[in-house]
């Protein structure tokens, strides 16, 4: 049976009482959440609001990457929780409304990501989709929201899908995070098509390091984000591990990004494409 809720047209989300899905199902339990999209059709969507929109000024987007699906929005992906996009928004907001209370974290699963590492994940077929998705749900953010800053954060995939919607998002968009982004669909920042501030996190142990950093007959994501060339503003990466740990408590990725939303993006100002800020530095400190 599908189950299928959207309430974008209100953006402030519905906290849901009597829930479309309950505990110990297949789907996240909804119980007492503020859901704007929850449709269990094929992979199944979800966009979910984790504080208040409607008196927010500071939103930040999670775009998560391959291989995420509603069955994996709570518990993440092979059962790893802090993998998952509902518990990394949760984390995020955290740490960020601890800074500035006026803050709210939307875990976007607008989109039906590739499944593993095959052709699909390749190519730029779903992430364009995901990119006109994602357009048109940070307009009407922009629209109701005129006086809030929106910072829209990709991993992996996701951050294919945050670069190729780049151009379209100008406006209360300030900042583009790419976290483990095998590429960001252009061969430099300026090629974006966007005045907004563009960062890039990746560890050391990142196995996205590995991904050629091509752009063949269709096939591959463009210059590495991590790529000196590329010119985006580094953020710290001590304490992160491997490929899913950028938003863990304690990484020096997740207390920079807070600091990000909820703070003047001005205080985050690196000091070059190939340097972290030294305000960057102290936050992860």
Do not use: K
């Amino acid at each position: 049976m599908r189950i299928r809720l959207i309430v974008l047209a209100t953006l402030c989300g519905v906290t849901l009482g009597t829930a479309p899905t309950g505990p110990g199902g297949p789907w996240p339990d909804t119980t007492g959440r503020r859901f704007l999209v929850f449709d269990t059709a094929g992979d199944g969507t979800a966009v979910e609001v984790v504080g208040d929109l409607a008196t927010s000024r500071r939103i930040a987007v999670l775009v998560p990457g391959t291989d995420n699906t509603l069955a994996t929005f709570d518990r993440g992906l092979d059962g790893v929780t802090h993998r998952a996009p509902a518990v990394q928004a949760r984390v995020l907001y955290g740490a960020a409304h601890r800074r500035e209370p006026r803050t709210a974290v939307v875990a976007w699963l607008g989109y039906d990501p590739p499944e593993g590492f095959g052709p699909a994940a390749l190519r730029w077929d779903r992430a364009e989709d995901g990119a006109a998705a994602l357009v048109g749900f940070v307009a009407e953010l922009c629209r109701r929201q005129p006086a809030a800053s929106i910072v829209a954060i990709g991993h992996s995939y996701g951050a294919l899908v945050t670069g190729l919607a780049a151009a379209r998002l100008d406006g209360c968009v300030t900042d583009l995070v790419a976290l483990g982004a095998p590429g960001m669909g252009a061969p430099h920042v300026d090629d974006l098509g966007t005045s907004a501030r563009v960062w890039q996190a990746t560890a050391a142990d990142d196995w996205i390091r590995r991904v050629p950093a091509v752009r063949l007959a269709g096939f591959g994501h463009g210059t590495a984000p991590a790529e000196p060339s590329f010119g985006a503003r580094p953020l710290p990466t001590d304490g992160v591990d491997g490929h899913d740990g950028y938003l863990r408590p304690g990484s020096g990725t997740l207390a920079a990004l807070a600091e990000l939303v909820a703070g003047d993006p001005a205080d985050l100002v690196a000091d070059g494409p190939g340097r972290p800020g030294t305000r960057a530095m102290a936050v992860a400190r």
